[in-house]
């Protein structure tokens, strides 16, 4: 009896994709909350953007962070340390105060007035404070190899190029041996069943689907709102592989992360 009831949802799973049915349920389930932290995304943009100018560049680097200090400054120093110098680095702070930052006429260090706990509205922050062509994303516990943004702008900028493109993740275990290399091509219907797209190695043209998930995502809830970012955006722009590891990624093994083999 229990196969019985079941086929219906493996029918569904097979059609459209386990991850895809997951995030329709989260929009049904969460969307009062997300109606909700618009508003306050927006009020916050209104808030810092009246401060002084918008900063401008090439490209936009969104770095999200709360509590740890330590972890922030290495990561901002990977993006400041990349070889293309036309970009911006937007820190965006969680409501928990900002640490002491290098001093870099290129970085833009804000703190929300309040915690929201959802990474989508404090990166949506960082993209809306800014103004770029393209827009690139770091979270502070990660860090970019100094050729990450330079190897997805000749992507990105080639004849006839993507409109979005991701790299391969160097994973890193917390003592900091490496597990592996993730690296898939993209296929769309393949990343309706497989979570192999993160957005610390994704770097995007500026368009209006270019916007995190503003649902509340605990833990718990799966997919996570870098895969929901870049499947969304694919729907109507073309996303590319690039090969190349240039992301030093923290695994957690406490946390949800894709197992990959090679």
Do not use: C
């Not at 516990?141 to 409109?163: F, I, V």
Request: no cysteine; proline share 6%.
């Amino acid at each position: 009896m229990r196969r019985i009831a079941r086929a219906p949802w493996e029918l569904l799973k097979r059609a459209f994709g386990w991850l895809v049915l997951f995030e329709l349920r989260n929009k049904v389930l969460l969307a009062p909350s997300a109606l909700r932290l618009r508003r306050f995304e927006t009020a916050e943009v209104r808030r810092l953007a009246a401060a002084g100018p918008l900063p401008t560049a090439l490209v936009a680097t969104v770095i999200a962070t709360h509590r740890r200090p330590d972890e922030l400054r290495a990561a901002v120093r990977s993006a400041l340390d990349q070889t293309v110098r036309d970009q911006v680095v937007v820190v965006v702070d969680d409501g928990a105060g900002l640490p002491e930052l290098p001093e870099d006429p290129r970085l833009f260090a804000v703190s929300l007035s309040r915690n929201t706990g959802v990474a989508g509205i404090v990166r949506n922050v960082g993209i809306r404070l800014s103004r770029s062509r393209y827009v690139a994303f770091l979270d502070d516990d990660n860090r970019w190899e100094p050729d990450h943004l330079e190897r997805a702008l000749a992507a990105l900028r080639a004849p006839g190029g993507p409109d979005g493109v991701y790299t391969a993740l160097r994973r890193l275990l917390p003592d900091g041996t490496e597990r592996d290399v993730l690296s898939v091509p993209f296929d769309r219907r393949r990343a309706a069943r497989e979570s192999f797209l993160d957005t610390n190695a994704f770097v995007a043209r500026r368009t209006r689907a270019l916007h995190f998930s503003r649902l509340r995502r605990t833990p718990e809830v799966l997919p996570r709102e870098d895969w929901e970012l870049v499947h969304r955006y694919s729907r109507r722009h073309t996303v590319r592989h690039v090969p190349h590891a240039t992301v030093r990624y923290l695994v957690n093994p406490g946390s949800y992360y894709t197992t990959w083999s090679g």
